[in-house]
């Protein structure tokens, strides 16, 4: 790839708004998009990147990296705003999906960039906002089309540490939503660890400090409850609704193998209910949930 590659970036939020500004840093012509024109245009300034105010500002656009909160958002994106982002790229563009998507879904857009010409690459990411700060994520990429890869490789690198092939379309999206199903047992698991231990009148930080040191650590008890849970900030950048999203496409997700996933299902039902109480708040507020559940009970 060379200087002259021209990029575009669709979905500036908490993590896209990073991962955007390394984009931009790598030294490429990149075209930032947002549903919020003001924070588009704000990224724009900060990054030297320019925002996008039309469909056709994507004219001979390359490559497209998408980070949005859903399947359905990003083929709106790609096609309902005004004519199309789709109509105006360059010949054998390449469409790279970091969101975390519907792996179902995916290949079903895949088919039909296809037939426009267009390929598809699923690359969600793992490493949250810090991680996409610094450039370097956790990626778990799919796609059967070489050449495609071997264009939107050095974009995705800009962004990540690591790289993981996972195999055809719609592989890497379905890698994402079983990681995040169990990073969301480990943090129902601990929530309810803190919320039992607290009702016996163990202090919570003697809780952390024991998982921390045992064999109940993982990256969750080191990286999110501390801050986020126990001392009650509820700021880890990721919200109760995606957590549940997410959840929910690795429950289908068994489903559509048969499996009948009874711990993904617990989870699952955990988080929507916590979600359908207090609404899309930062997912580490969903002890508040629980507690409050079990007040209630009595019991």
Not at 87 to 97: E, G, N, S
Request: aromatic share 4%; charged share 15%.
């Amino acid at each position: 790839m060379n200087e002259s590659t021209k990029v575009g970036f669709i979905g500036l939020g908490n993590m896209g708004a990073p991962m955007a500004a390394n984009v931009a840093h790598s030294g490429i012509d990149l075209i930032v998009r947002d549903a919020d024109q003001n924070l588009a245009s704000k990224i724009a300034y900060a990054s030297g990147a320019v925002a996008a105010s039309s469909p056709s500002d994507f004219a001979e656009v390359e490559i497209v990296v998408t980070m949005l909160p859903t399947s359905t958002i990003v083929s709106q994106a790609l096609f309902d705003w005004g004519d199309g982002v789709v109509h105006h790229l360059a010949p054998d563009a390449v469409i790279v999906d970091m969101s975390s998507s519907d792996p179902t879904q995916t290949k079903e857009l895949g088919k039909i960039l296809k037939g426009h010409g267009i390929a598809l690459i699923d690359a969600p990411v793992s490493g949250g906002v810090s991680k996409a700060t610094t450039g370097e994520l956790s990626i778990m990429l799919g796609c059967d089309n070489a050449e495609a890869i071997a264009k939107a490789l050095p974009i995705v690198e800009s962004m990540s540490s690591v790289i993981f092939r996972t195999g055809d379309l719609g592989s890497g999206h379905a890698m994402k939503a079983l990681n995040n199903f169990v990073a969301a047992a480990a943090t129902t698991a601990a929530c309810e660890a803190l919320v039992i231990g607290d009702r016996f009148g163990l202090d919570q930080h003697t809780i952390l400090n024991v998982l921390n040191s045992s064999t109940g650590r993982s990256w969750v008890t080191e990286n999110v409850l501390g801050p986020h849970v126990v001392d009650r900030e509820y700021g880890s950048g990721f919200s109760l609704a995606l957590y549940s999203k997410d959840v929910g496409i690795a429950k289908n997700l068994a489903a559509a193998v048969d499996d009948p996933a009874p711990v993904c299902t617990a989870v699952a039902g955990a988080m929507t209910n916590a979600l359908s109480t207090l609404g899309n708040v930062d997912h580490t507020e969903a002890i508040t949930f629980w507690e409050q559940e079990r007040t209630t009970r009595g019991t």
